[in-house]
T-cell receptor, first 114, second 111 residues
Framework: AQSVTQLDSQVPVFEEAPVELRCNYS??????LFWYVQYPNQGLQLLLK??????LVESINGFEAEFNKSQTSFHLRKPSVHISDTAEYFC????????????FGQGTTLQVKP | DAGVIQSPRHEVTEMGQEVTLRCKPI?????LFWYRQTMMRGLELLIY????????DSGMPEDRFSAKMPNASFSTLKIQPSEPRDSAVYFC?????????FGEGSRLTVL
């Protein structure tokens, strides 16, 4: 079985500052890792994913995450956040790359202040 | 494509009433998922289908919950009878590549 722990429930940060949202997972099998973002009153949207290959993956809006197998982590980072990045972020793990069966963490609320 | 469509967006009902939530997945997607989101428990996978067949319903809380997928373009999640602890946002999601596409959710309040 897999599980995901997001270490921070809320992360307040000022605009243009860097941010890191932490995610640790546990699994007895190879995993595929995802970050989803949820804006208020909306469904979740895929931000980025690690399936194989390079351990550093990037999104189109400046976020990146690094798969660290030895530390069982998949932390999300952005060097400079915008007000529009305010949202809830979910880390998720799957034992399959293509079924969509994901186990989600509890979520981290990113609050970007002006 | 219009994306995953859920209805109703909001439902307020009284304890003991039957609730039916509906979902239209994205055309061509062969997996469909029902998730429940609450502050206390986060996102929980309730059940998922592959090619209209239920694959794993181990997340369904109890017999009061049932889900069906009569065809590739429609699924329902039914709660009968509803209880206040069922209050949550219920999400439907679909995929054919592993990337989940979520609907906007159905917010259920049971009084």
């Amino acid at each position: 079985a897999q599980s995901v722990t997001q270490l921070d429930s809320q992360v307040p940060v000022f605009e243009e500052a860097p941010v890191e949202l932490r995610c640790n997972y546990s699994s007895s099998v190879s995993v595929y890792l995802f970050w989803y973002v949820q804006y208020p009153n909306q469904g979740l949207q895929l931000l980025l994913k690690y399936l194989s290959g390079s351990t550093l993956v990037e999104s189109i809006n400046g976020f990146e995450a690094e798969f660290n197998k030895s530390q069982t982590s998949f932390h999300l980072r952005k060097p400079s956040v915008h007000i529009s990045d305010t949202a809830e972020y979910f880390c998720a793990v799957s034992a399959s790359s293509n079924t969509g069966k994901l186990i989600f963490g509890q979520g981290t609320t990113l609050q970007v202040k002006p | 494509d219009a994306g995953v469509i859920q209805s109703p967006r909001h439902e307020v009902t009284e304890m003991g009433q039957e609730v039916t939530l509906r979902c239209k997945p994205i055309s061509g997607h062969d997996y469909l998922f029902w998730y429940r989101q609450t502050m206390m428990r986060g996102l929980e996978l309730l059940i998922y289908f592959n090619n209209n067949v239920p694959i794993d319903d181990s997340g369904m809380p109890e017999d009061r919950f049932s889900a069906k997928m009569p065809n590739a373009s429609f699924s329902t999640l039914k709660i009968q009878p509803s209880e206040p602890r069922d209050s949550a946002v219920y999400f439907c999601a679909s995929t054919y590549t592993g990337e989940l596409f979520f609907g906007e959710g159905s917010r259920l309040t049971v009084l």
